[in-house]
T-cell receptor, first 115, second 116 residues
Framework: AAGVIQSPRHLIKEKRETATLKCYPI?????VYWYQQGPGQDPQFLIS???????DKGSIPDRFSAQQFSDYHSELNMSSLELGDSALYFC????FGTGIQETQYFGPGTRLLVL | AQTVTQSQPEMSVQEAETVTLSCTYD???????LFWYKQPPSRQMILVIR??????QNATENRFSVNFQKAAKSFSLKISDSQLGDTAMYFC?????????????FGKGTKLSVKP
């Protein structure tokens, strides 16, 4: 079965640079979530999109922005990178509805290292 | 705000034995979902099992089962016949029922080591 695809898988950036992370949800999934997981921590919700509209916002810094495109893929744009942004960034997708459809399936993550 | 608590930072179990991971949560909602995700050393987040709060029957998935106590707000995971591949961090997660507030709220995780 098709899974969530994230690219790139690894990314190394310098402080103050920008980064763009991409997420391709499972086919027919209409909702995308972004999470940030620091070393030794649990995943923290950043932002979500449903049908190309932002649906909820968590602890996302103002330096970060995201959008969902017409083909449902999503991009997380990160500017003025700081050392503390080094983390594993997960994208998860689900299908809006109730019950089993609400389950979020995670991609493999993008490991971002800011030097 | 909802919170999820996993009180066991680390646990270990012998191969083929049974282990139970604890999770409690706090919410004022009556309908919600609960999940257990597994994160092996590869750091992939893998769904283990899910429970809908309006269902009284405890969910099971092969060697994995839950003990869902809604009144006590408890959602423990039992792993039977533990295997070396079960070694991982296990996260308990809460999600509101429907609507736009669909993000997962995770506990801090329990690191499980299965010993040969």
């Amino acid at each position: 079965a098709a899974g969530v695809i994230q690219s790139p898988r690894h990314l190394i950036k310098e402080k103050r640079e920008t980064a763009t992370l991409k997420c391709y949800p499972i086919p027919r999934h209409d909702t995308v979530y972004w999470y940030q997981q620091g070393p030794g921590q649990d995943p923290q919700f950043l932002i979500s999109f449903y049908e190309k509209m932002q649906s909820d916002k968590g602890s996302i810094p103002d330096r970060f922005s995201a959008q969902q495109f017409s083909d449902y893929h999503s991009e997380l744009n990160m500017s003025s990178l700081e050392l503390g942004d080094s983390a594993l960034y997960f994208c998860a997708s689900s299908s809006f509805g109730t019950g089993i459809q609400e389950t979020q399936y995670f991609g493999p993550g993008t490991r971002l290292l800011v030097l | 705000a909802q919170t999820v608590t996993q009180s066991q930072p680390e646990m270990s179990v012998q191969e083929a034995e049974t282990v139970t991971l604890s999770c409690t949560y706090d919410t004022s909602e009556s309908n919600y979902y609960l999940f257990w995700y597994k994160q092996p050393p590869s750091r992939q987040m893998i769904l283990v099992i899910r429970q809908e709060a309006y269902k009284q029957q405890n969910a099971t998935e092969n060697r994995f089962s839950v003990n869902f106590q809604k009144a006590a707000k408890s959602f423990s995971l039992k792993i039977s016949d533990s295997q070396l591949g079960d070694t991982a961090m296990y996260f308990c997660a809460f999600r509101d029922y429907g609507g736009s507030q669909g993000n997962l709220i995770f506990g801090k995780g329990t690191k499980l080591s299965v010993k040969p």
